[in-house]
């Protein structure tokens, strides 16, 4: 029994640490020009609902072809960057304090999915969505091809975005410039960086990330969509950047270890229903990060030295 | 009072409430509403009669209450988000109280259970308080992960410790508080409870503690500018963590309110995102305790026309959601602009270009 906990609990972290992965890396964007986005759970909402709306428009509840689900992922994306530039006018042109406005975004975003939900589509429905496929030879490895290659397309293009993000963070002029604007702004505008512009361009790409995060989501995960279905993953993003210092792989790691709490949590409960207590251990992942960020004072060093602090041109030193 | 300023800060609320009244008519008509109707019922049904009025100022009592536990850590520079779970912890510590106090007469009993969700509360909040002063953790991570910590705790007390014993059909809920804890309506037949006393006198309470006591004196100048404060020797985590707990022990007493005067015994869901309107609350009144009064009114009205939404209109009622989350981008990018100097000036160039300046 423990192996099958153990073989079953990786193939779902495997799947479902990619919509962490996802959105905790176009959250390092912003992080990393500035801006502290606390609305990506909205976001992520948002890239939800559209995920399942192109659907169910298109195919109701039936099998659609593989185009329209990308089409979807596709909507969600858009949707998200969108949502993103709005952010970036309250907070980037109007220079607002990004906590609170992250709140009011968040609440926007979920409040917005909500309300579109419950008019277009109405109760709890299912679609498709975008279906596991073994990979022919590999998945036939003993435990590491159950674990490892039994996922659907989108999983591996997902993991595929660990070393592209890296490549135009830390090997791009783009990169550099994010990261100048992010920890040094005044100094980036004297070097004729327009700060505000890459800063947009970031929670443009961040918010496409979360975007696409949620309809990963609804598409590959749930294949439905409720009002919560994000249910606290996009604050477990922002956290997870903090958790991965700013940097791709220990942010990877860092949804890993996250969603493997999780996942094992879920597989207690199906195969040892005796226990009673199951709630602690859905606690345990967020004390998790809490415990991590408190004992972890150094990552602070690692952070992007003006996050947070919006950048105001035409203030005197 | 300058003219121009005067008409400059009047022209930028007055767009503020255009552009928040075109989010929300773009979102009635992207559902296939009416948008006057639907604006004229959230208006007009609070004030139909006596009962919806009292409707409308039971939804404010808890609000307000965390609205201004709000102020207290936002004027101290702290951002408090995890009023919710603190909510969750006040419900859990006065629901046991409230069991414990069985047969109590209703004058010990029912300060018991508000003291008890104060400190249940207060600790919860302490948490994050300390964390952030001790331990530079951002409040803004550490309270929406102690949220989801709460909320399950919270679920796991109604599901085995405080479950109803003559509960058959397993629905995770407490037993009825008895009668010597429940907060008594004003009059038979409306919801008005007795929650509303609570609520004015921490309004007046938390005045007098932020702006004639040198503890609210300390906490706004920690607020203003931490730096300076420290250099004029007030210890500034001190005053963070006391302004969380006082937060967090709001936050507890608004859920021990609700339980007692409202919902009268503890089920899932109970803090109905009071929470996260709670800082809306705070943030329309400026962060100031008296103004926190017709803020919490104001969005006791939203709050009660989502009832009146799903009745009347085929405009989801998840609407409110949004447009509170509409009006918090808004307010924070308006106090930008009013605080603008520039932006100002500009203005008065534009339409004020016969007065000059007046020399400071």
Redesign the interface.
């Known amino acids: 029994m423990f192996v099958d906990i153990m073989i079953n609990t990786l193939t779902l972290t495997v799947r479902f640490a990619v919509a962490l992965l996802i959105a905790s890396l176009g959250e390092m964007y912003n992080q990393k020009a500035g801006i502290?986005n606390?609305g990506c759970e909205?976001i992520m909402s948002m890239g939800a609902f559209l995920g399942m709306l192109v659907p169910f428009m298109i195919g109701g509840a039936g099998q659609v072809p593989g185009y329209v689900n990308i089409l979807g992922l596709i909507t969600g994306t858009i949707c998200g960057a969108l949502l993103g530039l709005?952010f970036g006018?309250?907070v980037i042109t109007?220079?607002?304090?990004q906590?609170?406005?992250?709140?009011?975004?968040?609440?926007?975003?979920?409040?917005?999915a909500?309300?579109?939900?419950?008019?277009?589509i109405g109760g709890s429905q299912s679609i498709t969505g975008i279906n596991a496929t073994a990979i022919p030879v590999l998945s036939k490895i003993p435990v590491l091809g159950e674990i490892l290659f039994t996922h659907n397309a989108v999983v591996y293009f997902a993991y595929l975005m660990i070393p592209v993000c890296y490549y135009i963070m830390f090997k791009t002029p783009w990169g550099l410039h994010v990261r100048a604007v992010g920890t040094h702004p005044r100094a980036a505008d004297s070097l004729g960086i327009n700060v505000n512009k890459v800063r947009y361009q970031s929670l443009a790409v961040g918010g496409a990330m979360a975007g696409f995060a949620g309809a990963f989501l609804t598409l590959c995960q749930a294949k439905m969509f409720t009002?919560d279905i994000i249910g606290?993953r996009g604050?477990?993003a922002?956290?997870l950047v903090?958790f991965g210092q700013w940097h791709p792989i220990k942010i990877f790691l860092g949804a890993l270890i996250f969603t493997f709490a999780q996942s094992l949590q879920t597989q207690i409960q199906i195969f040892v229903p005796q226990f009673?207590?199951y709630?602690?251990l859905?606690?345990l992942p967020?004390?998790l990060?809490?415990v991590v960020?408190?004992?972890n004072?150094e990552s602070?060093k690692f952070g992007p030295a003006s996050l947070g602090k919006p950048f105001n041109r035409?203030m005197r030193v | 009072m300058n003219n121009y300023k005067l008409c400059y800060k009047v022209a930028v609320v007055l767009a503020a409430i255009i552009v928040a009244l075109l989010v929300g008519s773009i979102i009635i008509l992207a559902v296939g509403g009416n948008v006057l109707s639907t604006y004229w019922i959230i208006i007009s049904m609070p004030f139909k009669n006596f009962r919806s009025i009292c409707e409308v100022l039971t939804r404010m009592i808890p609000l307000m209450i965390i609205a201004l536990g709000i102020c207290v850590s936002s004027r101290c520079g702290i951002n408090n988000i995890g009023a919710e779970g603190q909510m969750y912890m006040g419900v859990v510590a006065s629901c046991t109280v409230a069991f414990m106090c069985a047969g109590m007469p209703r004058m010990i009993a029912i300060p018991l259970c508000i003291l008890s969700a104060a400190i249940a509360g207060g600790l919860y909040g302490f948490i994050p308080g300390f964390l952030k002063a001790k331990l530079e953790v951002s409040e803004l991570l550490s309270t929406v992960m102690l949220n989801y910590v709460a909320t399950q705790f919270y679920l796991f007390c109604i599901r085995i410790p405080l479950l109803d014993p003559n509960e058959k059909t397993g629905t995770p809920m407490s037993a009825r508080l008895p009668e010597s804890a429940v907060l008594h309506k004003f009059v038979r037949g409306t919801s008005l409870h007795e929650g509303i006393i609570l609520a004015i006198v921490l309004a007046a309470l938390i005045y007098i503690l932020l702006f004639k006591t040198s503890w609210g004196y300390k906490m706004r100048a920690a607020g203003a500018s931490s730096r300076a404060a420290r250099y004029g020797g007030i210890n500034v985590p001190k005053y963070l963590i006391i302004a969380m707990v006082i937060s967090g022990g709001c936050a507890g007493m608004a859920g021990a309110v609700e339980l007692m005067g409202v919902q009268g015994r503890a089920m899932s869901g109970i803090t109905s995102g009071y929470g996260f309107s709670g800082i809306v609350v705070a943030l329309f009144g400026a962060l100031h305790p008296i103004m926190v009064i017709p803020a919490a009114f104001f969005f006791g009205i939203l709050l009660y026309s989502q009832v009146n939404l799903q009745i009347l209109t085929s405009v989801p009622p998840n609407l409110v959601q949004t447009l509170q989350g509409a009006i918090i981008l808004i307010i924070v990018s308006v106090q930008m602009v009013i605080n603008n100097p520039y932006t100002e000036d500009r203005f008065r160039r534009r339409f004020f270009s016969s007065i000059k300046k007046e020399a400071k």
């Open positions: 502290f606390l909205g709005i006018i309250v109007f220079r607002a304090p906590g609170i406005a992250g709140i009011g975004m968040q609440m926007f975003g979920v409040g917005l909500g309300t579109f939900f419950r008019s277009y009002a606290g604050f477990i922002v956290a903090y009673q207590y709630e602690f859905t606690m967020y004390l990060v809490i960020l408190a004992f004072r602070n035409e």
